[in-house]
């Protein structure tokens, strides 16, 4: 039988790359779609909610979903690990499924996971994420992932140094790790994580060149697992065998 799947920002950039590819999916059907003026009662009947709409609404989304015992997969940004533990005991209570994927590219995804495997034996660690001016969160839900990772991974070290953290410019601390943001025009979305120790440093960069080829393979990875999922679930980590970030 065909999964009904509501896609929610099935208009912006995002959203038309998932419809694409749930379009080539076996045994998946994108049966509406929703803007961010929607009425979320047009969720009801769903067997799946793709949300990839705007941080301001998302967790809107996310909760209407729950209440109407409708799995969801998150491609929208703006998730950090406190904005997740909200909605986890509503999650856990209705006994459905969320599964957050802060980015879509494999690349990434093996980028912050080895920077967080590395990052253990390195006492300094920033992050550096570009994305085009018309993104409107910063930092982004990738550097946001990767800061957590890093800091989890560090849990026997303790947090990483970031001298002068109380100075604006030094960025924004996510699990003690700086992370600055930069949005401008000529860029789609890159991320550099700089460890640092004595007399040597480490760099781990991910650039997305072309998106719809990028996100592509995590997409079909992550609807049939957001299907079939229970609890909250976050990364694609866990759809790929690294063995990193569980």
Known sequence: MT?????????GKLGRIIHAVIDELEGFEVSRVLTSSSDLSELQGADLVVDASSPQISI???????????????ATSGWSAERIALVRPLVEAAGTGVVFIPNFSLGSVLGSALAAAAAPFFGF????????????DSPSGTAVRTAELIAAARAEQGPVSAPHADQRARGQQVGSVPIHSLRRPGVVAKQEVILSGPGESLTFTHDTVEPALAYAPGIRLAVP??????????????MIDIGIGR
């Open 125 to 136: 660690a920033e992050i550096v994420e570009a994305h085009q001016a018309t993104k409107i």
């Open 60 to 74: 809107d989304v996310v909760r209407a979903s729950v209440e109407r015992g409708i799995n969801v997969l998150v």
């Open 225 to 238: 697992f957001a299907r079939e999922a229970t609890g909250v679930i976050v990364g694609l980590e866990h």
């Open 3 to 11: 999964s009904q799947v509501a896609l929610v920002g099935g208009t």
